[in-house]
């Protein structure tokens, strides 16, 4: 008889893949089902309080991940528990990935930085173009004041943002779901970059494979969802019919799972 961590894991992964299937249309065009369901497993077994969790609940936020054709294992994307729930959020890596993947005007190089004392910084507008010019000093460990994003195009026009260290603040006090989450506590860097680049992605037009897609990418993705307009679509997830047995218990009998295989597999990944 398998634990109630174990349990929750078979249930999750059944469910999962069964919305994998019933949504295979709005799914990337090169997406890979047999590695993503491995990548998930994996991940979740170290996942904290996994046990706790909604094998439907859990199976709904790493469909997102799915929609967007973000890995999880390779940390573009997160499934972070939140009360008794698994909140999705992109990572930096992620963001640039879909920036890249799905941008109408094709993108050279895209990145964020963040500027600490010390370092130059400077914008300015010259002869109508934008210009941005940044000297940091070598291995400067100076408090961060500030952060920017820099996105250029192969037809030479560009886009930025930059955002203060205090505006960033501003945003993860008022409008982060986990503001106290591992992310924001011990990698506070990446997070100011991951914000400002947030930002300047919302200004780079997107064309999806599909409508989930899209809404996901909108009204989901971010932790930070500062400028979200108020209008709600519909969810892609509405007409996902959930079999009525996981709305308890999976009353079915669901393989057993072998998460070391899993983990070796990716491993041959490579």
Request: glycine share 4%.
């Amino acid at each position: 008889m398998p634990d109630k961590k174990a349990l929750v894991l078979q249930q999750s992964y059944s469910q999962l893949e069964r919305f994998l299937q019933t949504k295979a249309a709005a799914l990337p065009k090169d997406f890979n089902q047999t590695r993503f369901l491995q990548n998930c497993m994996t991940v979740l077994q170290e996942t904290k309080d996994i046990e706790k969790m909604h094998p439907v609940s859990i199976a709904r936020t790493m469909l997102k991940g799915a929609f967007l054709g973000l890995d999880f294992f390779n940390r573009e994307c997160y499934a972070i528990p939140y009360g008794n729930q698994l909140q999705f959020q992109t990572d930096y890596k992620g963001e640039i990935k879909l920036a890249k993947k799905y941008s109408i005007n094709k993108i050279k190089d895209i990145y964020a930085k963040n500027v600490r004392e010390g370092d130059k910084f400077e914008e300015k507008v010259v002869d109508g173009r934008q210009y941005v010019n940044f000297e940091p000093i070598p291995f400067n460990d100076g408090e961060i004041i500030g952060s920017f994003a820099v996105v250029l195009f192969e037809d030479g026009s560009m886009l930025y943002e930059t955002m203060s260290k205090a505006e960033i603040e501003a945003i993860r006090d008022n409008f982060s779901k986990a503001k106290n989450s591992l992310a924001w506590t011990k990698t506070p860097g990446e997070m100011y970059k991951k914000t400002v680049l947030r930002r300047l992605c919302k200004l780079i037009e997107k064309d999806f494979d599909s409508a989930e897609q899209r809404k996901v990418y909108h009204e989901e993705v971010a932790e930070v969802d500062f400028d979200r307009e108020k209008t709600v679509e519909a969810s892609p997830f509405d007409d996902i019919i959930v079999d009525a047995e996981f709305e308890d218990v999976v009353k079915e009998e669901v393989p057993e799972l072998n998460l070391e295989e899993a983990a070796d597999a990716k491993a041959k990944q490579g």
